[in-house]
């Protein structure tokens, strides 16, 4: 046994919560900060990207295979590869969070405006719909169902990705996972902050679904 | 901070060194402690899930129960499971490590296989109970091989994962090629975190790129494509 067995050590305390409330609500916006701002950064660069995959045919593969490249790369060896540039700093943890988003967000994107139906897009041009508004009025509204598809996947594993962030010292909660394995393994650091962690998850997914629901009222059945 | 010329360099430089490749700590050693754990991680979550997958899918229940567990797979943090395992009995080194990366195989495995089966041609399954097969055959000699691609594809989603995971269990005391990126962010080295990543990195992409060709190689040809030959991605580690 160990020596920390000795003491009581419970995974669930509320005096924790309660002595730490400061920290663990810093560590959560810090989390939650990170996830936003990277799925918002990977959102805006997968639009583009996808465009440009589906207007230029043969772009396709490379841009569908270099985001999957990225998405092979482990989160810590990425995170490692970039601190000599970009330091221990939140900027090093949102660019490899952003990358990451990337493979979902262009499949489903290329997926969801593939799956526009071709007399839909012929009855918008028959009515003098031009090539912009087709896109902002037709096709990205129809392709929104597999676009937020891909948003919550990438949402609920960037949330569970944040917490590596903690090798350069940006991990949201992770940085309490980190400190209470550190703590003599403090369970009620660990254990609170990894319940926190999958709640966001949960919620940052509800909320996607029920954005989804408000976007697309002709989808409702 | 050097500029990033010098920084290229002192990675490169790290990963040119003799010492780096000699020794109880050096590259090869450490590659090897990261396969045994990998290899040994895929392997128990294959044993344990595929069965139950192959089952599940033949008799066409549980699919509620399998994709649940893929989704929820994705919002645990693998890091944060590394570092409660610790803090259980189960306590620090190579148990633990394998432990948690069979909880991260699992799920990747078990959707692949059970997706694979369950959507087998219904066609080809009747044909196959009109022939007299039994239950058992119709697994072992219809549904099984036609699933086979999905099958592979869950196993190397898996194996990309684990040798992702392992890297981070370096962090909660564990070996393997992951140290070198724990020692050179602990030291301040990180010319030497930065070779780490480059090594991680390049045996992640070696692993997908070789299981791949091996899925590829089972797969029908591109008529008979199934619907998703790439099989369900679980999150990224």
């Not at chain 2, 044909?127 to 086979?148: D, H, N, T």
């Amino acid at each position: 046994m160990l020596a920390q067995d000795e003491f009581p050590n419970p995974w669930i305390s509320v005096d924790y919560v309660r002595d730490n409330a400061d920290a663990i609500l810093a560590a959560t916006r810090q989390h939650v900060t990170l996830t936003l701002v990277s799925v918002a950064l990977g959102l805006l660069l997968a639009v583009p990207l996808a465009l440009l995959a589906r207007r230029f045919r043969r772009l396709e593969t490379p841009v569908v295979g270099f985001t999957g490249f990225l998405y092979t790369v482990p989160s810590l060896a990425l995170f490692a590869v970039l601190a000599p540039y970009t330091g221990l700093t939140a900027t090093t943890v949102v660019i490899g969070l952003t990358a990451y988003t990337l493979l979902v967000l262009v499949r489903n994107l290329l997926a969801g405006l593939s799956g526009v139906p071709a007399d839909v897009k012929e009855a918008a041009r028959g009515m003098g719909v031009g090539p912009v508004r087709m896109l902002l009025r037709v096709e990205l509204p129809l392709a929104l169902p597999a676009v937020v598809a891909g948003l919550r996947v990438a949402t609920v594993s960037t949330v569970a990705l944040v917490t590596v962030g903690v090798v350069v010292g940006h991990g949201g909660l992770g940085q309490l996972i980190f400190s209470g394995f550190n703590n003599n393994l403090y369970r009620a650091e660990i254990f609170t902050a990894t319940v926190l962690c999958v709640l966001l998850a949960l919620v940052a997914d509800a909320l996607l679904l029920g954005a989804e629901r408000l976007l697309t009222p002709w989808a409702r059945r | 901070m050097g500029a990033p010329v010098s920084l290229v360099a002192d990675t490169a430089a790290f990963l040119l060194d003799g010492e780096t490749w000699t020794g109880s700590s050096g590259v090869p050693a450490r590659l090897v402690e990261h396969l045994v754990v990998s290899g040994s991680a895929v392997l128990l979550a294959m044993v344990l899930a595929l069965p139950l997958a192959l089952w599940l899918g033949h008799v066409g229940r549980g699919g509620l129960l399998v994709v649940g567990l893929a989704n929820a797979s994705r919002a645990v943090p693998t890091f944060a499971v590394l570092v409660l395992l610790v803090a259980t009995p189960v306590g620090f080194g190579d148990r633990a490590t394998v432990v948690a990366l069979v909880l991260f195989a699992v799920p990747a495995v078990l959707t692949n296989a059970y997706v694979g089966v369950r959507d087998v041609d219904r066609d080809a399954r009747e044909a196959a109970r009109g022939m007299g097969m039994s239950g058992w055959q119709v697994l072992r000699r219809v549904e099984l091989p036609l699933a086979l691609p999905l099958v592979l594809a869950g196993i190397r989603t898996a194996s990309v994962q684990v040798v992702a995971t392992a890297t981070l269990a370096a962090y909660v005391g564990g070996g393997g090629l992951g140290r070198f990126i724990a020692d050179g962010f602990g030291r301040g080295d990180l010319a030497m975190a930065a070779g780490g990543g480059v090594l991680v990195a390049l045996l992640a992409l070696l692993v997908e790129v070789s299981l791949g060709a091996v899925q590829r190689r089972v797969e029908p040809g591109p008529g008979r494509r199934p619907p998703v030959a790439t099989g369900i991605a679980p999150g990224q580690v």
